[in-house]
């Protein structure tokens, strides 16, 4: 393996890492916003893998179930959330949820 | 049989729930009968229990019901201490309390809130009892904060005139200065001995620094001169006379205002462990107190102020006793002052019941010939409290000067003065009640009555000036006013309480030890500490003698003034007496004047500083809470972006710490 193969995968995932977090910024559309926070998990899977592998310890791989176990819990309550706000309000974007500030 | 001991305040108590629950219903005269019964039920206790006590070591038990306060290491149990102090209190608390209880159903007889009288009453004797039976400070301080509040409750019973209101007030509030001395004694014996159990801190007394102890005492005493009404906290003791006759025997003669001196028995051992010139300051305000209030006594009118400045004047003998080491003696002359007292103040009641509320002893008179029980007994209470061989009061009286004599002369001769002072003074009120002229004969025509009704109004301005007019409108609207004895529920207790006023005395003869009952009955709990006394034959003989001649010799002087009319009345009863040495108008000038520019400095520090502090922490947490809110805007992308932000600040700070060499 070439010394830099590692790095190119953490590059990979820091570039992954920002579109995500950029996207959760400046899209509005909610289900976007669940894509984007899904990018973002994935990218941080990629460093713990690659670390894992670097480092040659295992439970980096290991926390990567964790990860993806907690990914799926959120996208059932987002997906939930988004669907019974498509049902009162179609055209509903994440802003007009600020009306349940409190 | 001596564990039936919780019954003794149970069953007042079960009858202060069950009259305060029905006792509109009950009406009169059951709800007094039924107050009667559970004090007299408890009486009946209280005897059996004594009979069990003798079996029992050292005569003490102690009986544990549950666990009242646990808190860290300082717990507080409601558990009762029987000792042979204790249960003298008991049972002469409980055995008067009865007495009284059947009297008031006769003299309440009528009253619109007759059944209230009885809760109030059982409640007060439940007080009372808890005070007197609890193994801790802080259980004597619930019954000596219950029996303060029974006295409130009864001194303004009829509260519907504005001055009997205030007096309870008055008492309420002085008393209030004494309490806060004996919780700050609380509070130092906890912290000095970790524990506020008598069974477990008085043994322990005698290994306290001296000035722990003296601190522990001078609080505590200042708590007993509020509640024994000793000077300067006596004042409310002659204004709380406005309650019924019957709570002014029970309660501010007999046993609430003996409180105070129980308490200094109970800690004598932390007397014996306080600095040398603590014991003289409480023989000192003792026989002050007895010396001034019996002066006042002289120059009263009104039948039951007389009564209630002798009341003070006899505490002060107890307190005197306190001081001399006398522990015996003041308990013993409690007993007997309790009797005579009680008989007395019953025996006014009597009068003031059968001369239709009339209470200046001027418009009395011959009475004897009317009311010729409750002349009697109250002439037997009479030659008890002057002293006079063989009644009860004159061997107390003569204990406690013995004890005197012993520590000091200067103490003994102020209370050779103030014994001649109260012959003298109880001499004046039989005469001018029971002898001589018949006074209220005069004022039988209706216009003369009228005349007189408002003469008073428009001189005396305080209550009883009302309660003169009211009697004479009563009077004369009705039928024709005639002093009749009163019915046998009134006489049968003066003439129980006036046998025992007479034989009283047998409890403590000087002659012999073996006479000496009450002396070897409360050994366990005094005689470590006790003065001890060995008085040879012509000793005992002279002083016995000399208070005899000096009983007599009040006697004789009020004879020869009130009834011969030797002397003009005026010349001993000086204006200085009859306002009370100017003590209570100096109290409200001051507390008028610069007192009340003081409480208006504090009352100003407290809303500026005090709530101030509160008020602007409040304010603080608002506005701030205010400001803070707008962060939480709803909008989740700006959430994400301040955790982003956030993010990045904290891994720039981390980097800045760690060095990667």
Same mark, same amino acid.
């Given at each position: 393996?070439?010394?830099?193969?590692?790095?190119?995968?953490?590059?990979?995932?820091?570039?992954?890492?920002?579109?995500?977090?950029?996207?959760?910024?400046?899209?509005?559309?909610?289900?976007?916003?669940?894509?984007?926070?899904?990018?973002?998990?994935?990218?941080?899977?990629?460093?713990?893998?690659?670390?894992?592998?670097?480092?040659?310890?295992?439970?980096?791989?290991?926390?990567?179930?964790?990860?993806?176990?907690?990914?799926?819990?959120?996208?059932?309550?987002?997906?939930?959330?988004?669907?019974?706000?498509?049902?009162?309000?179609?055209?509903?974007?994440?802003?007009?949820?600020?009306?349940?500030?409190? | 049989?001596?564990?039936?001991?919780?019954?003794?305040?149970?069953?007042?108590?079960?009858?202060?729930?069950?009259?305060?629950?029905?006792?509109?219903?009950?009406?009169?005269?059951?709800?007094?009968? =039924?107050?009667?019964?559970?004090?007299?039920?408890?009486?009946?206790?209280?005897?059996?229990?004594?009979?069990?006590?003798?079996?029992?070591?050292?005569?003490?038990?102690?009986?544990?019901?549950?666990?009242?306060?646990?808190?860290?290491?300082?717990?507080?149990?409601?558990?009762?201490?029987?000792?042979? /102090?204790?249960?003298?209190?008991?049972?002469?608390?409980?055995?008067?309390?009865?007495?009284?209880?059947?009297?008031?159903?006769?003299?309440?007889?009528?009253?619109?809130?007759?059944?209230?009288?009885?809760?109030?009453?059982?409640?007060?004797?439940?007080?009372?009892?808890?005070?007197?039976?609890?193994?801790?400070?802080?259980?004597?301080? /619930?019954?000596?904060?219950?029996?303060?509040?029974?006295?409130?409750?009864?001194?303004?019973?009829?509260?519907?005139?504005?001055?009997?209101?205030?007096?309870?007030?008055?008492?309420?509030? $002085?008393?209030?200065?004494?309490?806060?001395?004996?919780?700050?004694?609380?509070?130092?014996?906890?912290?000095?001995?970790?524990?506020?159990?008598?069974?477990?801190?008085?043994?322990?007394?005698?290994?306290?620094?001296?000035?722990?102890?003296?601190?522990?005492?001078?609080?505590?005493?200042?708590?007993?001169?509020?509640?024994?009404?000793? =000077?300067?906290?006596?004042?409310?003791?002659?204004?709380?006379?406005?309650?019924? $006759?019957?709570?002014?025997?029970?309660?501010?003669?007999?046993?609430?205002?003996?409180?105070?001196?129980?308490?200094?028995?109970?800690?004598?051992?932390?007397?014996?462990?306080?600095?040398?010139?603590?014991?003289?300051?409480?023989?000192? =305000?003792?026989?002050?107190?007895?010396?001034?209030?019996?002066?006042?006594?002289?120059?009263?009118?009104?039948?039951?102020?007389?009564?209630?400045?002798?009341?003070?004047?006899?505490?002060?003998?107890?307190?005197?006793?306190?001081?001399?080491?006398?522990?015996?003696?003041?308990?013993?002359?409690?007993?007997?002052?309790?009797?005579?007292?009680?008989?007395?103040?019953?025996?006014?009641?009597?009068?003031?019941?059968?001369?239709?509320?009339?209470?200046?002893?001027?418009?009395?008179?011959?009475?004897?010939?009317?009311?010729?029980?409750?002349?009697?007994?109250? =002439?037997?209470?009479?030659?008890?409290?002057?002293?006079?061989?063989?009644?009860?009061?004159?061997?107390? *009286?003569?204990?406690?000067?013995?004890?005197?004599?012993?520590?000091?002369?200067?103490?003994?001769?102020?209370?050779?003065?103030?014994?001649?002072?109260?012959?003298?003074?109880?001499?004046?009120?039989?005469?001018?009640?029971?002898?001589?002229?018949?006074?209220?004969?005069?004022?039988?025509?209706?216009?003369?009555?009228?005349?007189?009704?408002?003469?008073?109004?428009? $001189?005396?301005?305080?209550?009883?000036?009302?309660?003169?007019?009211?009697?004479?409108?009563?009077?004369?609207?009705?039928?024709?006013?005639?002093?009749?004895?009163?019915?046998?529920?009134?006489?049968?207790?003066?003439?129980?309480?006036?046998?025992?006023?007479?034989?009283?005395?047998?409890?403590? /003869?000087?002659?012999?030890?073996?006479?000496?009952?009450?002396?070897?009955?409360?050994?366990?709990?005094?005689?470590?500490?006790?003065?001890?006394?060995?008085?040879?034959?012509?000793?005992?003989?002279?002083?016995?003698?000399?208070?005899?001649?000096?009983?007599?010799?009040?006697?004789?002087?009020?004879?020869?003034?009130?009834?011969?009319?030797?002397?003009?009345?005026?010349?001993?009863?000086?204006?200085?007496?009859?306002?009370?040495?100017?003590?209570?108008? $100096?109290?409200?000038?001051?507390?008028?004047?610069?007192?009340? *520019?003081?409480?208006?400095?504090?009352?100003?520090?407290?809303?500026?500083?005090?709530?101030?502090?509160?008020?602007?922490?409040?304010?603080?947490?608002?506005?701030?809470?205010?400001?803070?809110?707008?962060?939480?805007?709803?909008?989740?992308?700006?959430?994400?972006?301040?955790?982003?932000?956030?993010?990045?600040?904290?891994?720039?700070?981390?980097?800045?710490?760690?060095?990667?060499?």
């Amino acid at each position: 393996m070439s010394p830099n193969l590692p790095l190119a995968y953490l590059a990979l995932s820091a570039i992954l890492f920002a579109i995500g977090g950029v996207g959760l910024l400046v899209r509005r559309n909610p289900l976007v916003m669940i894509m984007c926070v899904e990018l973002m998990l994935n990218a941080v899977n990629l460093t713990f893998v690659t670390f894992g592998k670097m480092l040659d310890d295992i439970s980096g791989q290991v926390i990567v179930f964790f990860v993806m176990v907690v990914a799926a819990a959120e996208v059932v309550i987002g997906l939930a959330l988004i669907v019974a706000m498509a049902r009162r309000r179609p055209d509903a974007n994440a802003d007009d949820l600020r009306l349940l500030r409190g | 049989m001596v564990s039936l001991l919780w019954l003794i305040p149970a069953l007042p108590l079960a009858g202060f729930l069950l009259l305060l629950l029905l006792g509109k219903r009950i009406g009169e005269p059951f709800a007094g009968w =039924i107050g009667t019964a559970a004090v007299a039920g408890s009486f009946i206790t209280a005897v059996v229990v004594f009979a069990g006590l003798w079996n029992e070591p050292e005569h003490t038990y102690s009986l544990k019901l549950f666990e009242w306060m646990p808190a860290g290491r300082f717990s507080v149990d409601i558990g009762f201490l029987l000792d042979p /102090l204790s249960m003298a209190m008991i049972l002469f608390i409980t055995g008067i309390a009865a007495l009284i209880h059947l009297y008031s159903i006769g003299y309440m007889h009528g009253d619109s809130r007759f059944p209230r009288f009885f809760t109030y009453l059982n409640l007060f004797v439940f007080s009372m009892l808890m005070l007197v039976m609890g193994d801790n400070l802080v259980l004597t301080f /619930l019954g000596w904060e219950g029996v303060g509040a029974c006295s409130y409750f009864l001194i303004s019973f009829w509260f519907e005139k504005d001055a009997n209101a205030s007096a309870g007030k008055k008492a309420f509030i $002085t008393n209030r200065v004494g309490d806060w001395g004996f919780m700050v004694g609380t509070f130092a014996v906890f912290f000095a001995f970790g524990t506020v159990k008598y069974v477990e801190f008085l043994p322990k007394a005698s290994g306290l620094a001296q000035t722990t102890a003296t601190f522990i005492m001078l609080m505590l005493f200042i708590g007993a001169m509020g509640k024994s009404a000793q =000077i300067p906290l006596f004042i409310w003791l002659p204004d709380a006379m406005a309650g019924p $006759t019957p709570v002014s025997a029970l309660i501010h003669a007999a046993t609430m205002v003996t409180a105070g001196v129980y308490l200094m028995v109970r800690v004598n051992p932390i007397i014996a462990a306080s600095a040398s010139w603590l014991p003289w300051v409480i023989a000192g =305000i003792g026989v002050a107190t007895a010396f001034i209030a019996a002066t006042i006594a002289i120059a009263q009118t009104d039948i039951k102020k007389v009564l209630a400045y002798s009341t003070v004047s006899q505490l002060g003998y107890m307190f005197l006793a306190v001081g001399v080491g006398g522990y015996t003696a003041a308990i013993f002359h409690m007993i007997t002052h309790a009797f005579f007292k009680a008989c007395m103040f019953l025996g006014s009641g009597s009068v003031i019941h059968g001369m239709n509320d009339e209470q200046d002893m001027r418009r009395m008179g011959a009475l004897r010939k009317v009311m010729p029980i409750t002349a009697i007994t109250f =002439i037997i209470g009479w030659l008890a409290i002057a002293g006079v061989p063989p009644f009860s009061g004159f061997w107390s *009286k003569d204990d406690i000067l013995a004890y005197a004599l012993h520590k000091s002369v200067v103490l003994y001769v102020f209370g050779l003065i103030t014994a001649l002072l109260t012959a003298f003074y109880m001499s004046r009120q039989v005469f001018m009640v029971f002898f001589g002229k018949a006074n209220w004969a005069e004022s039988h025509g209706a216009e003369l009555a009228n005349k007189l009704a408002h003469e008073t109004a428009s $001189t005396e301005g305080d209550a009883h000036a009302d309660e003169v007019v009211d009697a004479h409108a009563d009077a004369h609207a009705g039928q024709d006013f005639h002093p009749h004895e009163s019915p046998r529920t009134m006489t049968i207790p003066l003439i129980v309480l006036a046998f025992f006023a007479a034989v009283a005395g047998l409890l403590n /003869l000087p002659f012999t030890e073996n006479l000496e009952f009450l002396k070897r009955w409360l050994e366990p709990v005094v005689g470590a500490t006790q003065t001890q006394l060995h008085l040879s034959g012509s000793q005992l003989a002279i002083e016995l003698v000399t208070s005899s001649v000096i009983a007599l010799l009040g006697i004789a002087i009020a004879y020869g003034v009130y009834l011969k009319h030797k002397v003009d009345a005026r010349r001993i009863e000086l204006p200085l007496f009859a306002n009370g040495w100017y003590i209570d108008s $100096t109290i409200s000038n001051f507390m008028g004047g610069l007192g009340r *520019k003081g409480f208006e400095l504090v009352a100003m520090f407290d809303k500026v500083v005090i709530d101030g502090a509160v008020n602007g922490v409040a304010r603080a947490t608002r506005g701030g809470a205010m400001r803070l809110r707008t962060v939480q805007s709803g909008y989740v992308r700006w959430y994400a972006l301040m955790i982003g932000v956030g993010a990045v600040v904290i891994v720039a700070f981390v980097l800045t710490q760690v060095s990667f060499s």
